[in-house]
């Protein structure tokens, strides 16, 4: 099996000093499966490409597959009785390319590069090219899968015989990816995502693959879209592991639902080789609600107060009524997320111009948040200590005092419809109190009263008779003359 990475960066051939392989030599690594080769293909200025070459051996294959009796194993592809020795894994890229490439490109993956530290944490232009990808689901899963992360995503249907079409596309595709990104995160999505299209790991799924997972996915996983589909294909489809997967990155994404409130893609939907229409995940649906409420506000000139991630941000930066953006947090590393997420480096300087990223802690007055149409705190004040409200409460309504502020929260009443939310316990571990409707009508009431505010308090996702909407929203419009 074969996977290609190529760079037109100049000079090309400093490929060979981020992954830690000179492009004049071949080398090769034992690994538990076979041999694995590194070899340069075209080596010059303006174009080099690695190739990364896995030579199976079915007999040390099965055997390894051997060593796992008795424990429980992700399941093969091929049940019958010479499946062990008969079957696409030679061929076809898989969790075993994965494995080899987590051996092969070690220091690369980590993101070191002791002759090229700079360039190591540049974005650079990559093709990366699998010719032969088991791909269950069918090509689009590759697309959901690469799309979010910056690629640009060809995933071609292999023919089962292209001397005879009417047979049909087999279960591989030709994957070609091309993005501007690190060599580092390139290499962390293709070892996270390869097995994840093929669907079924060759190795015991132990629980230090969580960590596996969470270490590749970091910076990343997090806010995909399609996170429980990877979570779970990766780990094998064993329920606690993915679990506690969830559960971790749950504490590292910037929404505060849990994560069973936006479930992906319907698995059944995608092993049947279709891919349907799914209800818009409620952190997509507040971030509707809140641009919505922008529009109807008017609003061009916006602030973000405890942008997190980037996650609005980056809704901002699509519509262009928008004029200027300024994303504020309290943490320098979300921040990165958050510019990481946008790819400032990589926007037309036009575009780059409108946004503003700031650290700024909300509870202190900071005088360059003056003079916005509007201001945002999406499922931020819920963060923030009781005692510390009144202090966030004057920086923003009483000293930056833009026209229109949107806050939304969780409403606490909604938690008992979240199954595996234990009685008693907050959506997220950082949250310092969760309102009821009743708790967060009071707080509005005084908030607007004091600092001169009219307000127009709504809900975002599904009503629910008994325990209303999961997340309370009020849209605070300045008077004139308070």
């Known amino acids: 099996m074969l996977l290609t990475l190529t760079t037109t960066h100049r000079p090309a051939t400093d490929l060979g000093h981020l992954l830690v392989k000179h492009p004049d030599r071949a080398h090769s690594f034992d690994v538990p499966v076979g041999t694995a080769h590194v070899f340069y293909p075209e080596a010059g200025e303006r174009r080099c490409t690695a190739a990364l070459l896995l030579d199976v051996d079915p007999l040390r294959l099965a055997g390894a597959r051997g060593k796992g009796r008795g424990r429980q194993q992700a399941p093969t592809p091929d049940s019958f009785t010479l499946g062990r020795y008969v079957n696409d894994r030679p061929y076809a890229a898989s969790s075993l390319l994965s494995s080899a490439l987590s051996k092969v490109y070690r220091s690369a993956l980590r993101g070191e590069s002791r002759e090229r530290p700079e360039l190591a944490r540049t974005p650079i232009p990559l093709e990366v090219r699998v010719p032969v990808l088991r791909c269950r689901g069918g090509a689009d899963v590759a697309v959901r899968m690469f799309g979010p992360l910056g690629w640009a995503v060809t995933a071609a249907p292999i023919p089962l015989d292209e001397r005879h079409p009417e047979w049909g596309d087999s279960r591989y595709v030709d994957l070609t990816l091309t993005g501007t990104l690190r060599v580092a995160d390139a290499l962390n999505h293709l070892y996270v995502l390869l097995p994840v299209l093929d669907d079924a790991k060759h190795y015991w ?278």
């Not at 209800?279 to 409420?293: C, M, P, T, W």
């Not at 966030?392 to 026209?403: I, K, N, Q, S, T």
């Not at 979240?418 to 009071?442: C, I, K, M, S, V």
């Open 205 to 482: 799924v132990a629980p230090d693959e969580v960590d596996k997972l969470l270490r590749a996915g970091e910076g990343w996983l997090a806010d995909h879209p399609e996170r429980d589909v990877i979570t779970r294909r990766y780990l094998a489809h064993r329920r606690a592991l993915a679990g506690l997967a969830l559960a971790r990155l749950a504490e590292r994404r910037p929404t505060d639902e849990p994560a069973a409130d936006e479930a992906a893609v319907d698995e059944a939907t995608v092993e049947g080789g279709q891919v349907t229409a799914r209800r818009a995940s409620l952190a997509a649906r507040r971030r509707e609600a809140v641009l919505g409420a922008l529009v109807e506000a008017g609003a061009s000139r916006v602030l973000d107060l405890g942008c997190g991630g980037g996650a609005l941000l980056a809704a901002l930066v699509g519509d262009r009524r928008f004029t200027e953006i300024v994303g504020t947090d309290v943490s320098t590393h979300a921040l990165t997320l958050a510019a990481r997420r946008l790819r400032l480096d990589r926007l037309p300087e036009r575009q780059r111009d409108r946004i503003r990223l700031w650290q700024s802690a909300l509870t202190y007055r900071d005088d360059r948040l003056r003079g916005y149409d509007a201001a945002v705190l999406m499922e931020v004040i819920e963060h923030v200590d009781p005692p510390r409200l009144p202090a966030l409460e004057d920086a923003v309504l009483g000293h930056a005092r833009p026209a229109t502020v949107v806050v939304t929260t969780p409403n606490v009443e909604y938690n008992v419809r979240y199954e595996g939310l234990p009685a008693g316990r907050f959506r997220h571990a950082d949250h310092r109190f969760e309102w009821t409707r009743a708790e967060f009508a009071a707080w509005v009431d005084r908030v607007s009263t004091t600092y001169g505010y009219t307000a127009a308090i709504g809900g975002i996702g599904d009503d629910d008779p008994e325990v209303g909407t999961p997340t309370q929203l009020v849209v605070l419009t300045r008077k004139e003359n308070p």
